[in-house]
């Protein structure tokens, strides 16, 4: 529902007695309420994560036709060897993926133009969200340790929320528009 931030711990027993202090210590366990929204969500989590996954192959299928888009990454629309890969590690594709405009200047064009869809960065909530990493969680990294990294200055990533697919697709149709020539500054 992207309400609620948790999280969980998988270690040896050994480790576990250790974090159990500092946890005492610190105080640092969950609130009562948002443990009752997480305990609220997962009643729901499966059909969520089917719905997103759903509108993400499909956002990703059409993307990778799209001549704006140079490139798009999705666990969904690797090669053979990804695909062996993704089928023995996970049960589907996920609702993450990113893809890759020709330029910044073009990727800030589109993201000033979306309606439905969020600029923001975070993942797994109902609503998509998207964001330009090169602006945003990666602005203090130089452009050749991004580019060295696979983190173009056109590249967007997106997580893919529950929305209707065909609602999802005119609001990134109509900005990938938008961006093709450069909106006129204001005066």
Not at 58 to 84: D, E, F, T
Not at 137 to 162: C, E, F, K, P, W
Not at 168 to 179: G, P, V
């Amino acid at each position: 529902h992207g309400d609620v931030v948790a999280g969980v711990v998988a270690c040896g027993a050994e480790f576990a007695g250790k974090l159990r202090q500092v946890r005492i210590l610190t105080g640092a366990i969950l609130h009562p309420l948002a443990a009752f929204l997480l305990l609220r969500g997962l009643s729901t989590l499966r059909l969520r994560v089917l719905a997103a996954q759903e509108n993400a192959q499909q956002l990703a299928l059409r993307l990778s036709r799209h001549p704006q888009i140079a490139k798009v990454h999705y666990p969904g629309m690797g090669g053979q060897r990804q695909n062996a890969i993704l089928n023995r590690q996970m049960a589907g594709p996920g609702s993450v993926l990113a893809f890759e405009m020709h330029s910044g200047a073009e990727a800030d064009r589109m993201l000033r133009s979306l309606q439905l869809i969020t600029p923001a960065v975070s993942l797994g909530s109902v609503d998509s969200l998207i964001q330009r990493p090169a602006a945003l969680t990666h602005r203090i990294v130089n452009a050749q340790a991004r580019a060295d990294h696979g983190i173009s200055d056109g590249l967007l990533r997106m997580s893919v929320g529950i929305e209707d697919a065909e609602d999802l697709w005119s609001d990134l149709a109509q900005a990938l528009e938008a961006a093709r020539a450069p909106m006129a500054e204001a005066a």
